[in-house]
């Protein structure tokens, strides 16, 4: 029996991915899954090493200042938004305040 006899003639096969999708589409769909869940667990262990990354500097006596008011801060924060996006444009500080917003 030929593959095309196997898989129908379509050339698809039914998956749990999607029955009847051709196979590229099923492929893009697990491989789009992986990568979000690998993903995840990336940011999980890097919120992690920052937190342990933080203990160790104040161990060694770092000062670290904590943002209380985070609107405030914000505020103060818009000149040097505003020269850092002179030298690096606004198409990629758009990027990365949606990046930061997403991330919350």
């Known amino acids: ?11 698809r096969r039914p998956s749990a991915y999607g029955r009847g999708q051709p ?14 869940q690998a993903c995840a667990a990336h940011r999980r ?4 090493k920052e937190k342990q990354d933080l203990d160790v500097m104040k161990k060694a006596g ?8 985070l609107k405030a ?7 040097v938004y505003a020269s850092v996006e002179q030298q690096v444009g606004k198409e990629f500080m758009d990027r990365l305040a949606a990046a930061a ?3 919350r």
């Open 1 to 11: 029996m030929g593959a095309a006899a196997r898989s129908g003639e379509s050339g």
């Open 23 to 36: 196979r590229g589409a099923r492929v893009l769909k697990v491989v789009g899954d992986s990568m979000q």
């Open 45 to 48: 262990y890097e919120v992690e």
């Open 62 to 69: 770092t000062q670290v200042n904590e943002v209380k008011d």
């Open 73 to 79: 801060f914000q505020a103060l924060m818009k000149p």
């Open 101 to 103: 917003q997403a991330a």
